[in-house]
């Protein structure tokens, strides 16, 4: 376990989730989200941002994928926040391009401690298996929103919805790994302001 490390459990009437990240893991993942396409993608996140991640949730999958989804959102946003503390000498800045077969995807971070979203992805697909595909945006907000990064992901093409969310979040791994990591040239917040 590095320095960069946090959980968190969170517990309301829809889910109950357990996560702990590490921004300086190996790529390991264990992975218990009761959402198997999300437990995928999770997967992809975590290998090819050589993080670690532990999720044990339980939620009302009966209902529908969307309230797992979205806490499991906060949940990591939350982590990554309170792993980075202060920021000091990191990069703060990452860009992947992810190509998946014949998709390709683009995430672009700022570590700015202003939240936002910028979303371009259109689906072919408004399921992948039981997953509905609206949920990728929901997830990414979430996680945008409880973590303070400007994210933004772009679709520039693909045909096959798996493949094109797939990219997403492998992009997002990357491009997160590339922000978080510490650069010996920076000195102290990378900020003009003096703080993110």
């Given at each position: 376990?590095?320095?960069?490390t946090a ?8 889910t ?7 921004v300086?893991?190996?790529?390991k ?10 437990t995928h ?7 090819h941002?050589?993080f670690d991640?532990?999720?044990n949730a339980?939620g ?15 949940c990591?946003?939350h ?13 703060r800045y ?10 390709l ?7 700015s401690n202003r939240?936002?979203?910028?979303y ?8 992948v ?6 949920l990728?945006h929901e ?8 973590s ?7 679709v520039?093409?693909g045909?096959?919805?798996?493949h094109m969310i ?6 997002l ?8 990591t510490?650069?010996d040239?920076v000195k ?9």
């Amino acid at each position: 376990m590095s320095e960069r490390t946090a959980n968190i459990e969170r517990n309301t009437n829809e889910t109950q989730i357990k996560l702990a990240f590490d921004v300086d893991g190996e790529g390991k993942s264990e992975l218990e989200t009761g959402v198997p396409f999300l437990t995928h993608m999770l997967d992809l996140f975590t290998k090819h941002g050589q993080f670690d991640l532990t999720v044990n949730a339980n939620g009302d999958t009966e209902v529908d994928d969307h309230h797992t989804t979205e806490d499991i959102g906060i949940c990591l946003g939350h982590t990554l926040r309170e792993a980075l503390g202060d920021k000091k000498g990191i990069k703060r800045y990452g860009n992947s391009f992810v190509p998946m077969d014949e998709a390709l995807a683009q995430v672009v971070v700022d570590l700015s401690n202003r939240p936002h979203l910028e979303y371009r992805a259109e689906f072919p697909s408004e399921k992948v298996g039981t997953f509905d595909t609206e949920l990728v945006h929901e997830f990414l907000w979430k996680l945008a929103l409880e973590s303070r990064m400007n994210l933004h992901v772009i679709v520039h093409y693909g045909h096959n919805t798996h493949h094109m969310i797939e990219a997403i979040f492998k992009a997002l791994g990357r491009a997160l790994d590339e922000a978080t990591t510490i650069d010996d040239r920076v000195k102290g917040i990378p900020s003009t302001k003096g703080m993110l």
